[in-house]
């Protein structure tokens, strides 16, 4: 189970509207705790692969932001990326590049902006199985 905080979803959700050339993309921090991931922030991080279809986190923004969740206690809890012009289930590409077996997944759908739709996903053995997600205040 993945438990998103508002305030992170409202970052991942307004950096995606505003990245309209490409498919949006990041992290979330957060941290482990009684058997669910609790995620706290959102790091937006650019399209090294400046597509629309494909993302691949710039690595060392990535970096950076993994630097800065460290110094806050935090820790990356998962990848999160958004389809436009698609519903919010993971391509057979992103199950194939997906390598951190211990984070979440999560697809953010803007093909219907007025009703936008995230789902988030464990990835292994080749297969992306739905976990339940929370998002709270």
């Known amino acids: 189970m993945l438990v998103m905080k508002r305030e992170a979803y409202d970052t991942m959700l307004s950096y995606a509207c505003a990245c309209t050339g490409e498919m949006a993309c990041g992290i979330l921090g957060g941290r482990q ?14 399209n090294a692969a400046h597509s629309r279809e494909r993302f691949a986190l710039e690595r060392s923004a990535h970096s950076r932001a993994v630097s800065e969740l460290n110094a806050q206690r935090l820790a990356p809890v998962g990848t999160w ?27 953010l759908s803007l093909n219907d902006p007025e009703r936008p739709e995230l789902r988030s996903y464990r990835v292994w053995g080749g297969r992306a199985d739905p976990e339940q997600l929370v998002i709270e205040d």
């Not at 705790?33 to 650019?46: H, N, S, V």
């Open 33 to 46: 705790e009684a058997g669910r991931r609790i995620a706290t922030q959102c790091c937006p991080l650019p």
């Open 81 to 107: 990326f958004c389809h436009r012009d698609s519903g919010a289930s993971m391509t057979a590409y992103e199950i194939q590049s997906a390598h951190d077996r211990d984070g979440s997944y999560l697809v």
